[in-house]
C-alpha cells in the first residue's frame, strides 16, 4: 500500500502497483480506471455517519450521465475512476464548476466505448465528485462518493454527452430478526473471505464488522468482493434489503467456495515442493554424514555396482565405450534430474544382457536322436535337419585348427554359427512343440516369442530412448529372459505379421534373420551392436503365401504336411491318450483305447490334417469315463468302436458317403485343395438350362480360379466334337458352374483339370468316377501343368477313401515325399494332357450313364 491519509470522514487508499490494485482490477473487468483510488466511509467517534455524508443534496432537472464500463457504483460508497473518452472528459469539466452531481450507469456491453441510452443499464447511482486531478497522460482521476440509487425517466440529450431526467428509487428497509442473522452471516462470511484474500486491508474488515445498516453493509461488501456485472447491477436493482441479503450471500458463498479450492490446490502444491526440498536436503546431510564417516552414499554405491559389471561382462568395445560414457553423465547428475532414471534404466539394461553367456551344446548325436523320438512320432526331414546341425557343430569344433590353417582369414565372408529354420505347415502337426524338443536335445535354453498380429516395427528394434517410457524390442527382451545369448528362440505365426503406419514389422526381421548381418543387430533402445549369430531362430507359419518374399528367402524352409491315418494311431497310442490319461486324473488301467476306436474317431470325428481336435476329442471321452468313475457306475472302461459312439454322440461328418452321392449325377467333379488347416476336397458343380451360351461362376472365387474357369469351358467348346458334346448343344444351352462352400474364398489355378472334368460330364452326360480325385492347372491347347501342395492334396484324399488321384504328369517326383503306406495304397494318373486327365476321370459312355442322365434331369437326386 503506497499512501493512505484520512479525508472528510473518508479513508483513501491509493492502490498503484499494490496486490489489492491487481485484485480489483480482476474483479471491475474491462473498466476504464488504470489506478485506482478505494474510499470507505468511516464511523465517527459515536460509530453513526456524520449528517454531512448522508444529505443528498438537490437533483438537477437535467442530470449529466457518466456511463460506467465494466463496474457498478454502489450508494454509501466511495470509489476512484479514470476517465477518458472525449465527452466524458467534458462532462467532468463541466460538472466540476458546479455542485458535482452526476449520475453513475453501468453499460451493458463492456466493450462497448461510447454506449447510447439504449445500451446502458436504467437504474444507477446518484454521486459526488469529491477529488479529481488530472494525469499526464490527458486522463482525469475522478474520488465518486455514491449517494443514492436512482432511475431514468427519459433522456433529454446525447450531446456533447448524455443527460436525462431522473428519479429517486429508495430501497424499501426492513428491520426483523432475519435481516439480522442475515447481517451476521455476511460479516462472517466476509472474514472468512478476507482470509483468503491477504491483500484486502484489516481497516475494510474492522468497517464492515461495526457496520448497522443493513443496506450500507450490502453495498460496502459487494464493492470489495469479486462480483460479474450482471450480478452487481442485478444486486443494485432489487428493491428489498433482505432480497439483497439473500442474493450477497449466495454470490459470496460460491465466491468462498472458489478461492478455498484455490487456497487447498495451492497448499499442497506448496507442500509437495516443501517435501521435495526437505528430501534433497535431507540426502544432501546424508551425503556429508557418510563423507565424514568414509562410506559411499547411495548413488555413489549405485555407480561403483554399474562401473563393476561393466568390467565384467565382457561387452563389445562399441556397447562398453557407450556404457562408461552413459555412466560418467550418470554420476554427474542429482539423483533427483529426470535424466537420471532413463540413464539409469539404459544402464540396467546394458549390464544385464548376456554379453558372454552361453550354454554348452551337447553334440552327442545320439543322445539327440533319442529325445527327438521320443518328443516326436515321424517327422524324419526335420529330426535329419537337427542331427546335421548338430554333426556339423561336433565336427567343426574338433577340427577347429585343422580348418583354420586350410580356409584362412576371410575378411568379408565370416563363419555362420546359427542357423534360421522355418516350419510350414498346417495347424496341429506339432511345430511349436518341435522348437522345444531340438532345445532340449541340443541342452539349449528354449524362449517363444508370439509374432502374431504385430504391426509396429519398433515391437522387433525397440524405440529411441527420446521418447518417454522407451524400451528394447522383443528380440532384446527375450534374450534378456533367456539369460544366454545362443538359446532356440522360436518366433511363433511369422505369417501373420501385420503392418500399417508405424511400420513393417517383417522389414525390421531381415536383418534378425539375416546370418550375414545378425551379428550386429542394432536395437534402436541400445543403440549398440549385439551379436545374434550364435542364436538358432526357428520359425513357424501355417502358410508361406503371406510371408514377404525377401524374408522367406532368408530362411530355410521345412514343410510338416498332414499325418496320415496310421501316424495319427499311432500318436494317440504313444502321445495323447497317455497325456489326457493323466489330465484328467485317471490311472492307465480304467481307461484304454483299442486301434479301432482311435480310427473312428479319426474318421468321423476329426477333419484336420494334424491330431489337435483328435486329443481334444479323446479327452472328451476320457471326461466321459471319469464322470461314470466318480459315481460308481463302472471302474474301468475298454473304448472300442462301437463306445466311441456311446461317449462321443452322433459322428459329425460323413465325406465318404457324401462323395459317392454327389457325384451320381453328371456334372459333379472331385477336386483337391489345400488350406491354411491342410489338404481338402472340393466339390465342383455343374448344371445347364435353356439359353444362348451363357456361363456364370458362384461360389465366392477369385480372379484367377474364375479365368481357369473360363479357360475350361473355352477348352471344352473348342473339342466338343472330340469328347462326344452334342452339336449345337452350346447354342441351346446356358452353363452354371459353383464351388459349395460360398462363403469361403477360393483361388488358384489348381482347379482347372477338376473344372473340366465337371463341364465335359454335364455335357457329355458320362459320370466321374467316385473314387477320383484330381488337381492341375490347365492351358486353352489342353496341357496339364504343375501345381503346388501334393503332398497335402493326396493325403486328404487318402484320408477320405479314395484311391485314385490325377495328378500332372510333372508333380510325379513329389510322390516320393508321400508315406509308403499312402503310395502303397493309391493309384495315380500321371496327365499330360486334358483328354488323358478326362480319360480317367470320367466313366466310359454307356446305356446306363446316359439312362442315368435322363432320370437325373426330370428328379431330385437329394429327395
Sequence with gaps: MDNMTWHDGLVEIELTGSPLAAWFAGKSGKSEETKRQISVTTPEDNGEPSDEDNEIP????????????????????????????PRSIRLVDEVATTGRIIGLFAAKDPMQETPGPDEIYKIGTLAQIHRLFRAPDGTIRLLVQGLSRIRIEEYTTQEPYLKAKVDLAPESLEETIEVEALMRNIVEQFGRLADLVPSIPGELISSALNLDDPLQ???TVATYIRIDLEDQQKLLELDSVIEKLHSLMQIMSKELEVLELGHKIQTEAQSEMEKVQREYFLREQLKAIQRELGEGDEQTLEIEEFRQKIAEIHMS???EREARRELDRLAKLPTAAAEYGVIRTYLDWLVNLPWDKRTADNLDIAHARTILDEDHYDLEDIKERILEYLAVRKIRLERADQLAKLTGDDKIRRRREGAILCFIGPPGVGKTSLGASIARAMGRKFVRMSLGGVRDEAEIRGFRRTYVGAMPGRIIQTLRRAETRNPIMMLDEIDKLGHDFRGDPAAALLEVLDPEQNNEFRDHYLDVAFDLSETIFVTTANELDTIPPPLLDRMEIIELSGYTEREKVQIAKQYLVPRQIQENGLFPEEISFNDEAIVEIIQDYTREAGVRNLERQIGKAA??????????????VVVTREKVHELLGHPPFGYRTEIEQRVKRPGVATGLAVTSVGGDVLFIE???MPGRSGFQLTGHLGEVMQESARAAFSYLRSRAEELGVKPNYFDGHDIHLHVPAGAQPKDGPSAGVAITAALASLATGRLTRSNVAMTGEITLHGLVLPVGGIKDKVLAAHRLGLDT???PARNKPELEK???EVRSAMKFVLAKTVDEALHAALEPIGTEAESHRQYVQHTDLYA
Excluded: H, N, W
Design 805 to 807: 488321384v490325377i495328378l
Design 317 to 319: 568395445e562399441e556397447a
Design 686 to 688: 455343374a448344371t445347364e
Design 818 to 820: 508321400l508315406p509308403d
Design 623 to 636: 471326461r466321459k469315463v471319469v464322470t461314470r468313475i466318480a459315481e460308481g457306475k463302472e471302474k474301468r
Design 217 to 219: 453493509l450490502v453495498y
Design 58 to 85: 438537490p437533483i438537477p432537472s437535467e442530470l449529466p450521465i457518466l456511463p460506467l464500463r465494466g463496474i457498478v457504483v454502489f450508494p454509501q460508497t466511495a470509489i476512484p475512476l479514470t476517465v477518458g473518452q
